[in-house]
């Protein structure tokens, strides 16, 4: 009877400290995945796909909506935009339904957690179509570039972010270099120069305001998309409308071209990538590199124009220009990308184990190296 006992509580110790010591080489195996040094690795990969993630969808929608507007001779660039943004509420409800990712039910809390952005997306859209029309490529170009400037003012009024030395002297690189490439081009036009500068302003003020909202977690990643598609869809719907653009669209002669279709289709789905590369972007890294890759995609579109298209005129002025600016751009990548991941803040997803339950895990160990010796 002795020796079913003895058995029994040597079975029950040795269960005890199999599945104690278990639960502490598990532990060390978690702390390996989320230690420190590793979430820092992780990060900086975040940081980096993500803006590379963002710089390729921004790049490929300007092809396939070029296909859509030019070869096809689409009558509305706005029309376009409603479908890019209902292809949006289309598959991030379908992803939900699916519980593949999950956002918050619609609230009377929600408009509430998601404006201003629905604001300045808006303005930002008017604003960009009204300057791309009365001012030259050039001079758009380097008015664009002023929203870098604007959105490293607006990260330390609104977010409190202190940009370092070497980060303001790419910035001021990058915007000196763009008017110095179409110093030779200065037209002016009032009203082209305030649509552009607002437009620059909204990109500022939704690229910093998405930052706040992405790092108060009301409505997460995908809940900030759906609902700022959601919001933007009737005033969308009643601007094309009352431009005569939606009556337009609606009466286009290739809707029942499969070729039209498919790329209409492909700029709804790019528009969605877009939207979503761009709030990734500025999840893992801040609103200020996603003004900067927007710029970056933009300069190098100019140095493959050089070679493809025809179109670029060569000056000396322009070229040392742009050389400048894209100094600036590769510099100022080097010290966000590189030279920061010794001092990088872990990234949304990415937390460390807090230190209470490494203790709870070194605790549980030691307690069943305990039990073992008894």
């Known amino acids: 009877m002795s020796s079913k006992s003895d058995t029994l509580c040597d079975f029950s110790y040795n269960q005890l400290t199999t599945t104690t010591q278990s639960v502490g080489f598990f532990h060390k195996i978690k702390s390996y995945f989320v230690d420190s040094s590793s979430n820092k690795s992780n990060a900086v990969y975040m940081k980096i796909l993500s803006a590379v993630f963002y710089g390729c969808s921004s790049f490929l929608i300007i092809a396939v909506n070029k296909v859509v507007l030019t ?11 409603l479908g890019q943004m209902l292809a949006t509420l289309f598959i991030l409800t379908i992803g939900k339904s699916m519980s593949i990712i999950n956002f918050p039910d619609c609230s009377l809390e929600i408009p509430r957690k998601i404006f201003p952005l629905p604001l300045f997306y808006m303005g930002n859209l008017i604003c960009g179509l009204g300057g791309t029309q009365r001012l030259s490529l050039p001079m758009f170009t380097v008015l664009r ?41 200065l037209s002016f036009d009032a009203q082209g120069y305030i649509l552009v500068l607002s437009n620059d302003l909204f990109t500022a003020l939704n690229g910093v305001y998405m930052k706040e909202k992405l790092d108060a977690k009301d409505l997460g990643k995908y809940g900030l998309l759906f609902y700022n598609s959601l919001f933007m869809l009737p005033p969308m719907i009643l601007f094309s409308w009352s431009t005569g653009e939606l009556a337009l669209s609606l009466q286009f002669e290739y809707w029942l071209n499969f070729g039209f279709l498919i790329s209409f289709l492909s700029s709804c789905i790019m528009g969605f990538l877009l939207m979503y590369s761009t709030i990734l972007c500025t999840s893992y890294n801040s609103a200020l590199t996603t003004t900067i ?22 000056s000396y002025v322009n070229f040392i220009g742009l050389n400048i600016s894209m100094i600036g751009s590769i510099v100022y990548s080097y010290f966000i990308f590189i030279k920061s991941e010794s001092k990088l803040p872990i990234a949304s997803g990415y937390k460390p184990v807090p230190a209470e339950d490494k203790n709870e895990g070194n605790n549980i160990e030691t307690k069943g190296l305990e039990l073992s010796s008894k």
């Open 293 to 314: 890759v927007g710029c970056l995609k933009n300069i190098l579109v100019t140095y493959i124009g050089m070679y493809i298209g025809g179109d670029y005129i060569f």
């Open 145 to 185: 570039r002023f929203a870098i400037l604007m959105t490293l003012i607006g990260e330390y009024f609104v977010l409190n972010v202190k940009s370092t030395p070497p980060i303001i002297m790419t910035v001021v690189a990058m915007v000196g270099g763009a008017i110095i490439a179409a110093s030779n081009d």
């Open 71 to 81: 070869s096809y001779r689409f009558p509305s660039a706005k029309f376009l935009g």
